[in-house]
């Protein structure tokens, strides 16, 4: 069987037609979604960007024990395990960070394809001076942030095709024309969009807010809310859901290449993203508080709904499709899932469980809840987690953590720490029957739920082998 995986970074689940958006457009998706095995609780495990995907690759909690830091070299990991095993593998992405800056995660493939230009990636130096969507004080970096260098790597675009999303899309395209005789490949595309900054083309844009005329506040800057307008936060809404659409319409040039190619009935295909972003929700918008100066300190905001919980859809060959399956999904799930679905071994380093048995209706949920969360390594007594168990969320931040620290991580603590508190009051737990939104902390009504939670919290990470001087200051709840 062959494999294709598709990772969209910053896809809000809530923001695709098959999970209910009936206003969004994404028709691709949307019959992928009807082919596919829907899951319904899939959340983020290790958090942000650059963890997520080693959970992918090596199945483990990142979290628990690593950092925003390259791809380990010791790691067993999935393009490897499927390369042993006969498999050729590919990897087609866009997404800087895991192929900038020596962090390998190009590891293990037969061959990789990185398009270049997306976000910080240092490609072009011209045009020298560029002019900016909006007023730079709006957008993360201000005016010598990753907006600039995203400007100026496409200042040559003319049309939809010149997209990162598109060229991406076409690239694992064309090779799977190429490779279209390969007895069994491993394609993973991982491309950023829809992660900002936003451009999609106006057409996209004007789905969903047509006309608008101010600012485009294209690359946001990670804080509260409030710096932007009503019309400027609807209008980066808008520019976001635009990109959503961009996706989908090169999701379904992929997809229907696969089928043209006569490969459905013997390719699986797996979509999923790393985390959403908060768009006014909680008074926020973006992942995290970022503060420039004097130096710069970013605190990952709590792990709420929209962030934490994921798209996940998986199509097997000639299964039938349609169906939503229940039970918690991690990142960590996939390795061991993929592996399973080739009929490989999975290696004892894998911390996740495979989903083939609920692919095949035989279990309800490999784990009692899940847990997402900010890397504790230097993360200090800041890292803030969320545990998600049948009807209930509880969002908890450790008081401590981790070995000693040398004085610039004290002081970043430090300096961590006022954000924190602007953003963190306490435990909270959420009733996600009687509260989705999550907008009424029950935690000093409901204080038993949140320690039962709590207590499955530290129960997980004794189980995963976290180390001591990170397990210990968790223990407690208060």
């Known amino acids: 069987m062959n494999v294709v995986l598709i990772v969209s970074d910053t896809l809000r689940r809530d923001r695709i037609g098959a999970y209910g958006c009936k206003w969004m457009h994404t028709p691709n998706m949307d019959r992928l979604a009807g082919q596919s095995h829907v899951f319904q609780d899939a959340y983020v495990a290790s958090f942000p960007t650059v963890p997520n ?3 992918l690759m090596t199945g483990r909690y990142c979290f628990t024990y690593d950092t925003w830091s390259p791809l380990g070299r010791d790691e067993v990991i999935l393009a490897q ?9 590919q990897m087609v992405n866009d997404t800087p960070h895991i192929s900038q800056n020596g962090f390998h995660f190009d590891r293990g493939f037969d061959g990789w394809i990185w398009v270049r230009g997306q976000e910080n990636d240092r490609l072009r130096t011209d045009p020298a001076e560029v002019s900016y969507p909006c007023d730079p004080s709006k957008l993360r970096g201000g005016a010598t942030g990753s907006t600039r260098q995203h400007l100026r790597n496409a200042a040559t675009w003319r049309h939809e095709q010149d997209h990162h999303c598109a060229r991406t899309f076409r690239e694992a395209a064309d090779w799977l024309e190429r490779n279209r ?24 844009v004007d789905l ?9 506040v294209t690359y946001p800057r990670y804080d509260f809310a409030s710096y932007l307008s009503k019309a400027e936060l609807k209008h980066a809404h808008a520019l976001y859901c635009g990109e959503v659409t961009l996706v989908d319409r090169w999701v379904g040039h992929l997809l229907r290449r696969i089928e043209d190619l006569g490969l459905a009935d013997d390719t699986a295909v797996i979509l999923t993203t790393d985390h959403g972003f908060y768009h006014g929700e909680h008074g926020l918008i973006g992942k995290a508080v970022i503060r420039e100066k004097p130096r710069r300190v970013v605190l990952y905001t709590p792990l709420w709904e929209e962030v934490a919980r994921v798209p996940l859809m998986i199509r097997l060959p000639k299964a039938r499709g349609g169906r939503r399956v229940r039970g918690y999904a991690q990142m960590t799930d996939l390795m061991p899932t993929i592996l399973e679905l080739a009929g490989k071994d999975v290696p004892s380093t894998c911390q996740g469980v495979s989903l ?6 035989e279990r309800k949920s490999p784990r009692r809840a899940a847990i997402s969360s900010a890397c504790f390594v230097a993360g200090g007594d800041q890292v803030i987690s969320t545990i998600t168990m049948g009807r209930w969320s509880l969002v908890y931040a450790s008081p401590a953590g981790g070995q000693g620290h040398s004085t ?13 508190r602007e953003v963190y009051r306490g435990p909270m737990l959420y009733d996600l029957k009687e509260d989705p939104q999550q907008k009424r902390n029950v935690f000093r009504k409901q204080v038993p739920v949140a320690r039962r939670l709590h207590a499955e919290y ?5 189980q995963l ?12 709840l208060l």
Request: net charge negative; aromatic share 14%; with cysteine.
């Open 465 to 476: 082998g976290t180390d001591e001087s990170y397990v210990e200051p968790r223990r407690t």
């Open 356 to 361: 083939a048995p609920l692919l095949r209706g």
């Open 408 to 420: 610039a991580e004290i002081d970043m603590i430090q300096r961590r720490a006022e954000i924190f």
């Open 81 to 89: 395990c499927l390369r042993d095993g006969g498999y050729v593998t």
């Open 208 to 216: 969903y807010d047509p006309g608008y005329e101010g600012d485009q």
């Open 53 to 55: 995907r080693k959970d």
């Open 458 to 462: 530290v129960r997980q990470l004794e």
């Open 181 to 204: 005789r390969l007895k069994n490949f491993f394609l993973y595309v991982d491309t950023f969009d829809p992660h900002e900054p936003w451009d999609p083309p106006r057409h996209y």
